[in-house]
């Protein structure tokens, strides 16, 4: 016979209702659910590997005003060699994965 043995994994998720979050080390995934640009800082100091999820809950993104702007947590901490990256679409996610620097991926 075949053993399977099946482990459940549990991440950190956070939900965001005002117009900024700074997220710690521990958080895996971000909603943001807020009428206005919101704008969600990475977490500092991570690991290479780290992996973190932002996503537009409230499906108004993509409206004006409402999209939702990412850094990292300080200036020298960059995304793709750029000062930030938007989510400007309708319940769209970005996922973000950190090696020497964040990366979208």
């Known amino acids: 016979g075949v053993l399977l043995q099946v482990e459940c994994v549990m991440v950190n998720?956070?939900?965001v209702t005002g117009a900024c979050y700074s997220s710690d080390i521990f958080d895996y995934y971000i909603g943001v659910s807020?009428?206005?640009?919101?704008?969600?800082y990475l977490?500092?100091?991570p690991d290479n590997g780290k992996l973190v999820?932002?996503?537009?809950?409230?499906?108004?993104?993509?409206?004006?005003?409402?999209?939702?702007?990412i850094r990292g947590a300080t200036a020298s901490d960059t995304i793709d060699?750029?000062?930030s990256a938007t989510i400007n679409i309708n319940?769209?996610?970005?996922?973000?994965?950190y090696r020497d620097g964040w990366r979208i991926i």
């Not at 807020?34 to 969600?40: F, V």
């Not at 319940?91 to 994965?97: G, H, P, W």
Request: cysteine-free.
């Open 13 to 15: 998720v956070w939900g």
């Open 34 to 40: 807020y009428d206005g640009t919101a704008g969600i």
């Open 43 to 45: 977490p500092p100091n």
């Open 53 to 69: 999820i932002v996503k537009d809950e409230s499906g108004h993104a993509g409206d004006p005003y409402k999209y939702i702007v």
């Open 81 to 83: 060699r750029e000062s």
């Open 91 to 97: 319940n769209a996610t970005l996922q973000f994965v």
